[in-house]
């Protein structure tokens, strides 16, 4: 999968269709920020995500707070952290044991197919 694959899409849905909040979305990501060694192959997605990822992380922290001029990061990270994972982004998820769980069950489904 090339970095390509990460960037931004016009065709994406809009932030209304979005189930999982965008406060959820941000703590989900600092997981994701926080736990990254464990993530080892997904070096690509922190490569091309290296403002939203982090910055999720900071605002999740409460070392900073969300600008509205910076959720095309959080969004644009969303997608492709869902991306990697090869689960739906429009989901409800409440976590990211939520996001781990639900993309295991579905690499073993797609597996008995």
């Not at 998820?93 to 769980?101: A, F, G, S």
């Amino acid at each position: 999968m090339g970095k390509a694959s990460f960037m931004a899409d016009p065709t994406k849905p809009s932030e209304e269709r979005m189930a999982t909040d965008l406060d959820t979305r941000i703590k989900i990501l600092g997981q994701f920020y926080i736990n990254r060694q464990k993530f080892s192959n997904a070096q690509e997605i922190f490569e091309a995500n290296d403002v939203g990822i982090p910055y999720a992380f900071l605002v999740a922290s409460g070392i900073t707070i969300m600008m509205e001029e910076s959720s095309s990061y959080i969004k644009d990270s969303w997608f492709s952290v869902c991306s990697y994972l090869e689960i739906d982004p429009v989901g409800v998820y409440k976590d990211i044991n939520d996001l781990l769980d639900i993309s295991i069950l579905s690499k073993k489904a797609r597996e008995e197919e």
